[in-house]
């Protein structure tokens, strides 16, 4: 349902991103060969290999942190062109990515907090509608928090950020974050809350490295 309906009323933006995209070398080369974010496309046993620091590693350890897999996105169903419908499963993809990029969990403030930076930085309705309406499902002190502190954050880390859209992903697993984040104009926001420790999601990254280096043929 939540997906059906960013379909339908992503329409308007949808041509305005493609524009993005096409004034990106980057941008150009996505739409060219059209990738995919899943397990299949995605050796998470070897960015667990990349070194600590690379946004790969980074972002093997988020998703060990926060318990998710990047299988869990919905196919566009109702975008007729073929371009803009990829445009929209490409910002659907990448949503864990900038997930990654920011530092943010997946509990429900941080995802609120995600979905106002992302309105500011593509401008999807159903971004803004889930963080005008979201915040309801808030105890009084987390909604408090929301609006002091996070919101500031991401409508301006958001708004005067690189359009991420344009962003080929996948050629910079090896590129270290915290440059990628400067090249971005991205800053870390408030400290958020998460139900895992770090450490814990590194050790988990590094057992899974260690288990993929015994394999044969293990190479990056």
Request: hydrophobic content about 40%.
């Amino acid at each position: 349902m939540v997906a059906a309906l960013g379909d339908l009323t992503s329409g308007p933006v949808l041509p305005r991103l493609r524009e993005a995209m096409l004034e990106s070398a980057e941008g150009r080369q996505i739409l060219k060969e059209r990738p995919r974010v899943n397990s299949e496309t995605v050796d998470m046993n070897k960015l667990a290999m990349l070194p600590e620091g690379t946004f790969g590693n980074a972002y093997v350890t988020w998703l060990e942190r926060c318990g998710v897999t990047p299988d869990t996105r919905e196919p566009v169903h109702y975008v007729d062109d073929p371009e803009l419908a990829y445009v929209m499963q490409r910002y659907r993809e990448s949503h864990d990515f900038y997930h990654c990029l920011c530092g943010l969990p997946v509990n429900v403030e941080s995802e609120l907090a995600l979905k106002f930076f992302e309105f500011a930085n593509l401008g999807l309705p159903m971004a803004g509608f889930a963080a005008a309406f979201g915040h309801l499902r808030l105890t009084h002190a987390k909604r408090e928090r929301l609006f002091r502190e996070f919101v500031p954050w991401a409508v301006k880390c958001g708004g005067s950020a690189q359009s991420l859209i344009t962003v080929y992903w996948e050629n910079r697993w090896e590129q270290n974050i915290a440059d990628m984040k400067k090249e971005f104009g991205i800053w870390d926001p408030p400290e958020p809350r998460w139900s895992r420790p770090l450490s814990e999601a590194k050790a988990a990254a590094a057992k899974r490295a260690a288990a993929y280096a015994q394999q044969p043929s293990s190479t990056l």
